[in-house]
Nanobody
Framework: QVQLVESGGGLVQSGGSLRLSCAAS????????MSWYRQGPGEERELVAI???????EYADSVKGRFTISRDNAKNTMSLQMNSLKPEDTAVYYC?????WGQGTQVTVSS
């Protein structure tokens, strides 16, 4: 069964850091592109970062230089390190890979 499970969300002050993790089962994260999306209140879901199977990464302009996407092939997980967080980063964050979406994890940044 293809499944993704996120963890690591929470409440943090502006300027703080959080690390999100996404554990995959039913497929290998090294084989497919893996990505993080987010959806803020009243907003559409947007792509935050993607890591391609060959390791290349891309980021939304709004998070470049602050967020880092990575994966651990041995553990079959993907992560998103978020630094210098801003209130506008507040959203539900979802991981996506192969045919699956995670359930989402809330990130709230207070000013």
């Amino acid at each position: 069964q293809v499944q993704l499970v996120e963890s690591g969300g929470g409440l943090v002050q502006s300027g703080g850091s959080l690390r999100l993790s996404c554990a995959a089962s039913g497929f290998s994260v090294s084989t497919y592109s893996m990505s993080w999306y987010r959806q803020g209140p009243g907003e559409e879901r947007e792509l935050v970062a993607i890591i391609f199977s060959e390791g290349r990464t891309e980021y939304a302009d709004s998070v470049k230089g602050r967020f880092t996407i990575s994966r651990d092939n041995a553990k079959n997980t993907m992560s998103l390190q978020m630094n210098s967080l801003k209130p506008e980063d507040t959203a539900v964050y979802y991981c996506k890979g192969f045919t699956a979406w995670g359930q989402g994890t809330q990130v709230t940044v207070s000013s």
